[in-house]
T-cell receptor
Framework: LAKTTQPISMDSYEGQEVNITCSHN???????ITWYQQFPSQGPRFIIQGYKTKVTNEVASLFIPADRKSSTLSLPRVSLSDTAVYYCLVGDKAAGNKLTFGGGTRVLVKP | SQTIHQWPATLVQPVGSPLSLECTVEGTSNPNLYWYRQAAGRGLQLLFY??????ISSEVPQNLSASRPQDRQFILSSKKLLLSDSGFYLCAWKSVGTTRTEAFFGQGTRLTVV
């Protein structure tokens, strides 16, 4: 199974860039890396997904090194509304499409 | 477009009472379906997932069960609730036949067992 490891929490300030790194040493060849954002009392929502190198959308960027054993979610110029829990998820085809979330990273954006 | 419905939004049940939470998906066929539970301040715990009608995989031994009577319907049940069953329950779906891990979640059910 492709287990993921993330920091438990991170603090930041409005306007700063937040980078969250996720380790997934056992990632399989066909696995994608996906990041979710969860606000309190809501279901997680998809932020970004990638396979290798760099992916960017209107919300975030995802950096994946060549060995794919880690990935970094980058949130540019965060605001108070970016305070949430961020989950890194790696697809596990061998387990039959089971989706297992780790503990996530609790990001607190301060004014 | 695809949508997922989960109800009720909140539920207060006495210990020992039964439970039935329902989740339905629209706009897609043969999705993978998932039930998660989240205790206060904790991460998402996968309870059950299903890759087809009548096919249920259980991840955590407990007094909960799941059923998939129809392609786009996923039900979480219990015959007798425990205090430890309190939490935030989330249903999710994902397209089949892909290693992409983009899943879509319902709004959740906040269950309080008293």
């Amino acid at each position: 199974l492709a287990k993921t490891t993330q920091p438990i929490s991170m603090d930041s300030y409005e306007g700063q860039e937040v980078n969250i790194t996720c380790s997934h040493n056992n990632i399989a060849t066909n696995d994608y890396i996906t990041w979710y954002q969860q606000f309190p009392s809501q279901g997680p929502r998809f932020i970004i997904q990638g396979y290798k190198t760099k992916v960017t959308n209107e919300v975030a960027s995802l950096f994946i090194p060549a060995d794919r054993k880690s990935s970094t979610l980058s949130l540019p110029r965060v605001s108070l509304s970016d305070t949430a829990v961020y989950y890194c998820l790696v697809g596990d085809k061998a387990a039959g499409n089971k989706l297992t979330f780790g503990g996530g990273t609790r990001v607190l954006v301060k004014p | 477009s695809q949508t997922i419905h989960q109800w009720p939004a909140t539920l207060v049940q006495p210990v020992g009472s039964p439970l039935s939470l329902e989740c339905t998906v629209e706009g897609t066929s043969n999705p993978n379906l998932y039930w998660y539970r989240q205790a206060a301040g904790r991460g998402l715990q996968l309870l059950f997932y299903s890759v087809g009608i009548g096919q249920i995989s259980s991840e955590v031994p407990q007094n909960l069960s799941a059923s998939r009577p129809q392609d786009r319907q996923f039900i979480l049940s219990s015959k007798k609730l425990l205090l430890s069953d309190s939490g935030f329950y989330l249903c999710a779906w994902k397209s089949v036949g892909t290693t992409r891990t983009e899943a879509f979640f319902g709004q959740g059910t906040r269950l309080t067992v008293v």
